[in-house]
């Protein structure tokens, strides 16, 4: 399994690899039972066969405990993720394994970067006009940009001496040819107005650089660890790989304390290859790329993932010296559409600071440009980015708890150490708020509802336009069971259809209260989004 950057080309050739009989037994014990998802609605991604044995490298999930002493190294301390040989982790898996020690394993994929296409600068930065960036004056430095890619050259002139410049680690040029990227993505997201070569969407940004080094699943999270560990930011992701559950699981974290997460969504148009993480994720950002005439670009892969578009054509770039003596080049590629959002998000949310996470992604989102065909289509989400409008429009509610796309977000030890608040409670028998799903990045909103002893629960969703609401009992893991499990495991559906108020009720016979999983999703078929009012309260029969 490999993970490219989004700016190049697809043309990769898998090789056969085989596997011994023991990684393939254990693969097998490891892997996680496959969850139908409901119909009509995207089921949870999951790792399928973990075949360990294919690569040199490891990714454990540990419970509890270190496999330092086992040559492990530690990617991520608040997921307890270690990374250490293959050989060695198929020698002390079993036992883990029998302690109840393991979460989850995974192969540590390699990396695979392919050319971006490029020639000579001539430096018309066209882009800025077409994204609103010549019709308001940058702000200063305020909400980060944190660009994970291969580094940036601090020697060039447009990062020598900028302010409000922070490598994180070692920023490495020669780890291999592909290494101008980095520099290339950061100086289109923020290069300084300081009279040379180009200048960024945000000059001003704080700018953050984390050079994923070794090229694999491994330093991305590690990165992308280091990245929360710096604070919330606009984290930008010119890459892309196959599903890995531990990065989700990093990204979804890194959006539950705080970030955005901005993606490229590739450029395998002409290829037919479908758009793949960490663009096809929910709560990532995801931008295609258009070019001069506001036309979706002729290598811009589309997908019902895709968020928003931006320029990708012809875009002028800083690149280090060593691979390109001008020091300047124009690229092609959503790798380079990714920073002008990532840029303008920053923007943005620095001048409405007191705006949080989920109302900023969703803000870039609705003030977009819409560009042909008209409304929102797989080859330019809601539009080109716009950022004048993102500046002056209403602002929507916040969107509470998110992520909380399934039980395991919610629950107490499953994607989070903690369980969410419950929005009911033995001491808070009431509650209303209003929240949104969509089914490009957010389709499922679950809650934790406390179920007192002999009492009732009422519970009432007002939708905008169709939602449909289930109530799942304590023991359920998932809220994309079908068939007989579904059964098995509801207390309560309620599924009108058009904007009908779906009411429901759970009634607690026992002598004992419980937390119940609440779920509003947008049905089978249904509309592509919907804002609603939960109301939950509390009563004797």
Do not use: C
Not at 186 to 208: D, F, I, W
Not at 390 to 418: C, K, M, T, W, Y
Not at 488 to 502: F, Y
């Amino acid at each position: 399994m490999t993970l490219t950057l989004a700016g190049y080309p697809a043309a990769l050739a898998r090789a056969a690899v085989a596997v011994s009989l023991f990684a393939l037994a254990l693969a097998l014990a490891l892997a996680p039972a496959a969850v139908a998802g409901r119909a009509g609605s995207p089921p949870p991604a999951t790792p399928g066969l973990l075949t360990i044995g294919a690569y040199e490298r490891t990714l454990v999930q540990l419970e509890r405990g270190s496999l330092a002493a086992e040559g492990g190294t530690l990617v991520s301390g608040p997921q307890r993720i270690w990374v250490l040989p293959t050989r060695a982790a198929q020698r002390v898996l079993p036992d883990l394994l029998a302690r109840g020690l393991v979460r989850t394993v995974e192969p540590d994929r390699p990396i695979e970067l392919f050319r971006a296409s490029a020639e000579p600068l001539v430096g018309l930065e066209y882009w800025r006009a077409l994204v609103g960036g010549d019709a308001a004056t940058p702000p200063g430095p305020g909400k980060p940009i944190t660009v994970l890619d291969t580094g940036i050259d601090v020697t060039h002139e447009e990062f020598a001496g900028r302010p409000n410049t922070f490598p994180i680690g070692e920023q490495d040029l020669t780890d291999s040819s592909k290494d101008f990227h980095g520099t290339a993505v950061a100086s289109v997201a923020a290069a300084p107005e300081n009279g040379l070569g180009v200048v960024g969407v945000y000059p001003q940004a704080v700018l953050r650089s984390i050079d994923v080094g070794e090229l694999t699943v491994s330093q991305v999270i590690a990165s992308l660890t280091e990245s929360m560990r710096a604070g919330p930011s606009v984290i930008n992701m010119s890459f892309g790989v196959p599903y890995t559950r531990l990065l989700e699981d990093t990204l979804l974290t890194a959006f539950r304390t705080g970030s955005i997460l901005v993606a490229a969504s590739g450029n395998e148009r002409q290829e037919g290859t479908p758009s793949g993480p960490p663009g096809n994720l929910n709560h990532v950002l995801t931008v295609a790329a258009t070019d001069q005439r506001n036309a979706t670009a002729v290598f811009s892969t589309p997908s019902l993932g895709v968020d928003l578009a931006a320029p990708g054509v012809d875009i002028p770039a800083a690149i280090p010296r060593i691979f390109e003596p001008n020091g300047y080049l124009l690229v092609d590629g959503t790798s380079f559409s990714a920073p002008i959002v990532t840029g303008a998000t920053a923007w943005v949310w620095t001048v409405r600071p007191t705006l949080d996470n989920t109302q900023i992604f969703d803000l870039m989102r609705w003030t977009a440009n819409d560009v042909p065909p008209e409304g929102f289509d797989r080859d330019t989400g809601f539009g080109v980015v716009n950022i004048p409008r993102a500046l002056a429009s209403q602002a929507p509610p916040r969107d509470p708890q998110e992520p909380n796309d399934d039980i395991r977000h919610v629950r107490a030890n499953g994607l989070f150490r903690a369980a969410a608040a419950p929005i009911t409670a033995p001491n808070r028998a009431r509650t209303t708020f209003r929240a949104r799903v969509d089914v490009t990045e957010d389709p499922e909103d679950v809650y934790r509802v406390f179920v007192p002893a002999g009492r009732i629960v009422r519970i009432t969703a007002t939708p905008d336009t169709d939602v449909d609401v289930d109530v799942w009992r304590p023991s359920a893991t998932t809220v994309f069971l079908r068939g007989t499990a579904r059964r098995r495991s509801l207390l309560a559906s309620s599924g009108k259809g058009g904007k009908a108020v779906e009411r429901l009720s759970v009634r607690n016979r026992t002598r004992t209260g419980f937390y119940a999983f609440l779920d509003v999703y947008l049905p089978r078929d249904g509309p592509l989004d919907a804002q609603y009012t939960l109301t939950v309260s509390t009563a004797r029969p």
